[in-house]
């Protein structure tokens, strides 16, 4: 899976040339499954939005970026479609057995501390984060979110995940060694996928220290 994922170039270019027009279905099928299904989560999601950028500009021609763009964010919008259905379902009796090699508690937990800190904004903050992304429309479902709520965050979301992605791949693949060192453009894609949810934490942290400082200046006042 880590040759898979370092090596993902190599990949698509095969699948594009074994597969051609084909292969925007195999894409759409590879992100509905990630984003779908509580048991994919080890598919590749940010690199492999990162990469289809990079092969879509004019020097590599392989796919259209804005066809990628529209495709695969119908895709993730799908496939959160469906993973609230399942969570709502069968969420508690999936996540029964507490040694399950498969559906593992302690990934539900993460999640659900995601939900804690940041509620219903979680469905498309997770977007940006490998695992969870998989998990939280699948806790959405489980503990009940409003439908309306959910399906809000989770269309705006993928648009954002999707389009930070893969236009960064398109931009970036102009730079040589990006192009050509594609394990450089995985810890580009990493850090800015990452970026909405450290301005999150950080934006909850100071409206915590402010409401802390608040109810100090208010027992300081009173006292």
Not at 14 to 22: A, D, I, L, Q, T
Not at 66 to 73: G, P
Not at 106 to 126: I, W
């Amino acid at each position: 899976m880590l040759d898979f994922i370092l090596h993902l170039d190599k990949y698509v270019a095969e699948m594009v040339k074994n597969y051609g027009p084909w292969a925007y279905g195999i894409l759409f099928a590879v992100v509905f499954a990630e984003t779908g299904l509580v048991v994919t989560p080890f598919l590749p999601g940010d690199s492999l939005l990162f990469m289809l950028g990079i092969f879509s500009r004019p020097e590599r021609g392989a796919f259209n970026v804005w066809a990628i763009f529209f495709l695969l964010s119908t895709a993730a919008i799908l496939g959160d479609q469906l993973n609230y259905q399942i969570g709502k379902f069968l969420g508690e009796r999936m996540f029964r057995n507490p040694n399950s090699k498969i559906f593992r508690r302690s990934h539900l937990e993460k999640t659900q501390e995601f939900y804690d800190k940041h509620g219903p904004k979680t469905v498309m903050l997770a977007r940006f984060v490998p695992v969870v992304r998989a998990l939280a429309p699948f806790v959405a479902g489980m503990t009940r979110m409003q439908y309306g709520t959910f399906t809000a965050y989770s269309v705006v979301g993928a648009f954002l995940w999707v389009g930070v992605c893969t236009f960064a791949g398109y931009l970036f693949g102009a730079i040589p060694i990006v192009r050509e060192r594609f394990e450089i453009g995985i810890f580009l894609i990493v850090g800015i996928s990452l970026l909405p949810m450290f301005f999150e934490v950080w934006r909850h942290s100071k409206k915590k220290k402010q409401k802390a400082a608040e109810s100090a200046a208010q027992a300081s006042s009173e006292a």
